[in-house]
């Protein structure tokens, strides 16, 4: 079986849909986490709190994974200039 079929019978996405698929799921989990926060705080623990927080947490996806997709370029050159390169 070659490495190409092994990734496919795991369900595992072509190593080019990286570039997407690191900040999607960066995105999804920073965005749960501020937003929980943020209706925590804003309204504490209400009984309608996972529904407060479900719509926080949706609309602010949808702004930041675009906005992570645009400056992650910026990001990376930031890094690369205060973080020396990895030795080969």
Do not use: E
């Amino acid at each position: 079986m070659t490495s190409s079929s092994s990734n496919r019978s795991f369900g595992k996405l072509p190593a080019r849909y990286h570039a997407v698929a690191f900040p999607f799921i960066l995105s999804i989990f920073m965005c749960g986490m501020v937003s929980a926060v943020s209706t925590l705080r804003g309204f504490g623990l209400t009984p309608d709190f996972l529904s407060r927080w479900g719509s926080a947490w949706l609309l602010s996806w949808f702004i930041a994974f675009p906005v992570l997709l645009m400056i992650l370029p910026l990001v990376r050159c930031l890094v690369a200039a205060i973080v020396a390169a990895p030795a080969r």
